[in-house]
């Protein structure tokens, strides 16, 4: 049995060569390692923000690029419709134009009652499909004169009148929704110069009877 050495206290191995205090430094060194790792998390940090805030710029670049093409499209799709809406009434506004010497016929046969027969039956139909592309006539005998709609081919006064009226419709006028296709050719009268309307002249007679018999009364 081997007896200890009263007061004598181990000490850790020292390599051949070194002395006690080089363990010292190794301890120093850890110490300073663990204070600079902070550091390093910090600029890693700093480092994935920015490449954060890069990758948002993009999206948000791309986003804009995004939403740019699809109202570009959806203008170029209104604009598609538009010229398609525009090219197919043209082209029906051309055929119908061309089908109006023969509904002007038909319209003479009816007033002189020709339209009897198979004729009446094949012009019926034709004015049914005309309809139906959207052709509707128009002028009437009465209604007041509109250079726009309107074509006067005769011109008159007469004292019945109170502005440029129609006063017969030579041809009707035909149009497709707000399209004109052919003005109305009619014959005007207008009031004739310095006479008194007969609206006015109808007024004045009723005021005269009227003042008339409050004085008999």
């Known amino acids: 049995m081997t007896e200890e050495t009263p007061g004598f206290e181990e000490k850790p191995d020292v390599p051949s060569g070194a002395t006690p205090d080089d363990a010292e430094p190794k301890a120093a060194d850890s110490s300073e390692e663990e204070e600079a790792a902070p550091a390093g998390d910090t600029d890693a940090t700093v480092g994935l923000t920015a490449q954060l805030d890069q990758v948002r710029t993009a999206l948000n670049e791309r986003t804009a690029d995004l939403q740019r093409l699809q109202a570009e499209y959806q203008n170029y799709r ?59 006539q128009f002028g009437k005998e009465g209604e007041p004169f509109d250079p726009t709609i309107h074509e006067a081919l005769m011109h008159s006064y007469a004292p019945d009148v109170t502005e440029t009226t129609c006063v017969a419709i030579l041809q009707p006028g035909y149009r497709i929704g707000e399209r004109t296709i052919r003005p109305a050719r009619v014959a005007v009268a207008e009031p004739q110069p310095g006479a008194t309307p007969a609206a006015a002249k109808e007024e004045k007679k009723a005021d005269d009877e009227e003042s008339g018999g409050t004085e008999e009364v």
């Open 78 to 136: 209104r604009r598609v419709e538009r010229d398609r809406v525009t090219v197919k009434e043209i082209a029906v506004a051309n055929l119908l134009s061309e089908l109006l010497p023969v509904l002007d016929d038909v319209g003479r046969a009816r007033e002189h009652g020709e339209l009897v027969g198979g004729f009446k039956s094949v012009a019926e139909s034709m004015e049914t499909v005309v309809a139906k592309l959207g052709l509707q």
